[in-house]
DNA sequence: TTGTTATCTTAGCATCGTCAAGATAGCGCG
DNA sequence: CGCGCTATCTTGACGATGCTAAGATAACAA
């Protein structure tokens, strides 16, 4: 019997169409990419008719917004594992942002939906937020933890901002393939990252700061 | 003979229909955003019939590419004129980054439809290329002017990246309203991208590096 | 003038997002 | 158990899109 399944989620007729539908896009997002994603994929994936998200969804942006959702909880938790491996604060600078670049490199579609929502809405996902402890207040924290005066907070908001840019500057361009003789020059893809970071002021510098 | 108007343009029947059509694209861009910017609709701009760009251009792709090619050259010019304008080399690099993302908040539409298009030949354009005199090489420039190694061409090249990537990702950012209030506290945007510069290490240091 | 060829239009195809109406199935209530 | 209610899903349709094929048209070359 269906009815034992886990989560208080609706499961009518199909289970949980909502889940399985973002599943579905997920799916068809990382086999054909952004472009491929149109609804009526989505549900030709999931075995439904085209008409079917309608139902859970008020329109293919709601889909979207909530495969993305689910984009920052992964990011955030790659963030969050990053941090916690670092051996001290200075090094967590770094890994943090060369976390933030791998996930956006292993993710390319993700990622992809997850700003094009976000600009959608003129606005950012709650991880993104100044207020609670989603992704942005990690960086914030790590930076605070390696020494930036936590008093000064327009300082500590604009160097997590600068993080953060640089960041997704590099996120999105570590896709050309204009950078490959860079990537080989340094031994490899995630080391080009940190020569970047170095060059940014977010790796730790050997003399003092 | 191509009778006496300027150009080598096509002039047949409309006169220079690849020209009317960049035009066209240009303006939807600009009064409706990319999201309106249909093949058809630009087409109606421009007075002609929906199959009629394809005798100029081989699909919507290319059409954008015309358009993004337009773009670059502008965002070339407006670093050029930063650059021109700048007292010093260690003033230019921050000028640069400005001027970037000055064009990127005052074209946001173009600016995305530059980096889509590049991101789909997954190749960036000429002004962007290591080779030439483009926007790329012109960082390049300023930073040797500004005191960088030029011998050590693969620090060099990890520099203007750096910086590159920096200023792509906060004209990206700069969009969000998340940060309104940081942009106030700065008294202004402007200053806003000068501030977020600052910790980025691309606006000069008071003391010497 | 005549023929050639580039240019543009008309008509059509498959696909897309979305909606309205109908069918279906699980649930509560008697 | 039976009845109805309502959420769920399907069918069918509309307008719009990218793109193609076939025909019309106008500039040029001879």
Same mark, same amino acid.
């Given at each position: 019997?269906?009815?034992?399944?886990?989560?208080?989620?609706?499961?009518?007729?199909?289970?949980?169409? #909502?889940?399985?539908?973002?599943?579905?896009?997920?799916?068809?997002?990382?086999?054909?990419? +952004?472009?491929?994603?149109?609804?009526?994929?989505?549900?030709?994936?999931?075995?439904?008719?085209?008409?079917?998200?309608?139902?859970? =969804?008020?329109?293919?942006?709601?889909?979207?917004?909530? /495969?993305?959702?689910?984009?920052?909880?992964?990011?955030?938790?790659?963030?969050?594992?990053?941090?916690?491996?670092?051996?001290?604060?200075?090094?967590?600078?770094?890994?943090?942002?060369?976390?933030? /670049?791998?996930?956006?490199?292993?993710?390319?579609?993700?990622? #992809? /939906?997850?700003?094009?929502?976000?600009?959608? #809405?003129?606005?950012? +996902?709650?991880?993104?937020?100044?207020?609670?402890?989603?992704?942005?207040?990690?960086?914030?924290?790590?930076?605070?933890?390696? %020494?930036?005066? +936590?008093?000064?907070?327009? &300082?500590?908001?604009?160097?997590?901002?600068?993080?953060?840019?640089?960041?997704? %500057?590099?996120?999105?361009?570590?896709? =050309?393939?204009?950078?490959?003789?860079?990537?080989?020059?340094?031994?490899?893809?995630?080391?080009?990252?940190?020569?970047? =970071?170095?060059?940014?002021?977010?790796?730790? #510098?050997?003399?003092? &700061?």
């Amino acid at each position: 019997m269906r009815e034992s399944q886990a989560a208080d989620a609706r499961r009518y007729h199909h289970g949980d169409l #909502r889940r399985a539908l973002i599943d579905a896009a997920s799916r068809v997002l990382e086999a054909e990419g +952004p472009s491929a994603l149109s609804l009526r994929a989505v549900a030709r994936e999931a075995g439904v008719s085209p008409a079917a998200p309608y139902h859970h =969804f008020k329109d293919k942006g709601e889909l979207l917004e909530a /495969v993305a959702h689910e984009g920052w909880d992964l990011l955030d938790a790659a963030l969050a594992k990053a941090k916690a491996e670092a051996s001290s604060p200075a090094q967590a600078i770094s890994e943090l942002g060369v976390a933030y /670049v791998c996930f956006a490199r292993n993710n390319p579609a993700l990622y #992809r /939906v997850m700003y094009d929502t976000a600009r959608d #809405r003129e606005d950012l +996902p709650d991880q993104m937020k100044i207020e609670g402890d989603g992704a942005y207040c990690k960086v914030r924290d790590t930076l605070i933890e390696a %020494g930036a005066d +936590p008093k000064d907070t327009l &300082d500590i908001e604009l160097a997590t901002t600068a993080a953060w840019c640089s960041g997704h %500057g590099l996120a999105e361009m570590a896709g =050309f393939k204009q950078f490959a003789h860079l990537k080989e020059a340094c031994g490899g893809e995630v080391e080009f990252f940190r020569a970047v =970071f170095q060059h940014m002021g977010l790796a730790p #510098r050997p003399p003092g &700061d």
